[in-house]
């Protein structure tokens, strides 16, 4: 790995002009459509590798970025966001004859304030070009919304999750004044937001982002 990453390192300090580089490239405004869903895994018997019935929950995120180091194929994302995140459950429910049932969606919704940083490899291609994102995430609760069984569940969630993004997008500076991007990012947990000892909860979210760069 070391042999590789070298001369990845010394081809990207050999295309620089240290005169010519930024510290800011570009900052902007992102909105983004995001399916959020959570993972739960209860650790006791006999619940042990069950979960409730989830669907993925629709909303909407919206944010600020800075993207740093104006480089060749390489630069850095800091970005502010309010992000949505959340669940559906699906229950059962059962009319006058109990032999007739139907499933009903609740949906929770919780608000939170995120702040990624991320790498951002590009391949410079002309009039459109494709780069990845990668690096970690903090998550601040702002608010949940109460959702009639689960008020008091969400009432004891951690007001701090820490997570990573990956992402893949293009971009395009030269078709108008501004800089346009399209990117696609899915949003993971590694601290649980919620451990009681017997059940643990991390946040997830596949997010689709419109961004424009001055």
Not at 38 to 62: D, H, K, L, M
Not at 180 to 192: G, T
Request: net charge neutral.
């Amino acid at each position: 790995m070391k042999k590789l990453l070298l001369p990845l390192i010394l081809l990207m300090l050999s295309q620089t002009d240290v005169s010519s580089a930024q510290v800011i490239k570009s900052c902007g405004l992102k909105f983004a459509i995001t399916s959020a869903s959570q993972t739960f895994e209860y650790s006791n018997p006999p619940w042990s590798g069950f979960g409730p019935t989830t669907v993925r929950r629709t909303g909407f995120n919206i944010g600020a970025f800075v993207e740093w180091f104006d480089i060749p194929y390489l630069s850095a994302i800091s970005q502010i966001e309010y992000a949505q995140r959340g669940v559906g459950e699906e229950f059962i429910i059962t009319g006058s004859d109990p032999t007739t049932a139907g499933t009903k969606h609740v949906y929770t919704r919780l608000d939170y304030l995120s702040v990624p940083i991320l790498a951002k490899p590009i391949l410079p291609m002309g009039m459109v070009s494709p780069y990845l994102l990668v690096g970690p995430r903090a998550d601040f609760l702002l608010h949940y919304q109460k959702n009639l069984p689960l008020e008091g569940f969400y009432k004891d969630f951690k007001k701090t999750a820490i997570g990573g993004t990956i992402g893949v997008g293009v971009e395009s500076s030269s078709l108008l004044p501004i800089r346009l991007s399209v990117e696609s990012r899915y949003n993971f947990d590694i601290s649980n937001s919620f451990d009681n000892g017997f059940a643990k909860v991390r946040n997830n979210a596949f997010d689709f982002w419109l961004g424009v760069g001055f």
